[in-house]
């Protein structure tokens, strides 16, 4: 099965730059989208297709791609934006949807 | 306003069926395909599957294969998923999701709050 690698944990203080990553063979070729989810909340789409912002998303928040690892990056961080990150892929192979198993950021 | 709510959660033994629904407004229903995600307690995020705009095509995850199917009525704006042979496994918030466009393969903008499915006897 198609499987997308984040790190389970991530602890800043504010003003930090947070860094994601998301790992998986062949996401090179795949457009990569991240969402922000916050305690008892649906998830919010904040970077689609690799690197593009939804309206109303600040600009602190960026994506990238290199090979097979995708990042979002979120520079100083604030209080409200800790979170679960979640990266998602469309595996075109398979005509399924894969999401990366999260990443919790938490401000110290 | 794009608005998404699902319904039709609650406690169900094991073995047995549910059927969830997700009421859509804001948006042409009819020209989007619409998914289901789910989400364990204190887990992340499951994909469940997808419908096409005009119910013509669906894809699921090979969790759900064979179990669940999903169904809709344009005419009432409203998406289902059904549910068979429950298991504990199952025991999650569904949400339903809107892709940015019409098609299947984009990122999903609007999600439903959920319906919270437990499998317990």
């Known amino acids: 099965s198609y499987v997308l690698t984040q790190s389970p944990s991530v602890s800043l203080a504010p003003g930090q730059t947070a860094r994601f990553s998301c790992g998986g063979n062949n996401i090179a070729s795949e457009s990569v989208h991240w969402y922000q989810q916050k305690p008892g909340q649906a998830p919010v789409l904040v970077v689609y297709?690799?690197?593009a912002r939804p309206s109303g998303i600040p600009e602190r928040f960026s994506g990238a791609k290199a090979g097979n690892t995708a990042t979002l990056t979120i520079s100083s961080v604030e209080a409200g934006d800790e979170a679960d990150y979640y990266c998602q892929v469309w595996h075109s192979s398979r005509d399924l949807w894969v999401f990366g198993g999260g990443t919790k950021l938490t401000l110290l | 306003q794009v608005q998404l709510v699902e319904s039709g959660g609650g406690v169900v033994q094991p073995g047995r069926s549910l059927r969830l629904s997700c009421a859509a407004s804001g948006f042409t229903f009819s020209h989007y395909d619409i998914h289901w995600v789910r989400q364990a307690p204190g887990k992340g995020l499951e994909w469940v599957g997808v419908i096409s705009y005009d119910g013509s095509s669906k894809f699921y995850a090979d969790s759900v294969k064979g179990r669940f199917t999903i169904s809709r009525d344009n005419s009432r704006n409203t998406l289902y998923l059904q549910m068979i042979s429950l298991g504990g496994e199952d025991t999650a918030v569904y949400r339903c999701?809107?892709?940015?466009?019409?098609?299947?393969?984009?990122?999903?903008?609007?999600w439903g709050q959920g319906a919270l499915v437990t499998v317990s006897s």
């Open positions: 297709d690799d690197s």
């Open positions: 999701a809107k892709p940015r466009s019409g098609s299947n393969y984009e990122a999903f903008d609007y």
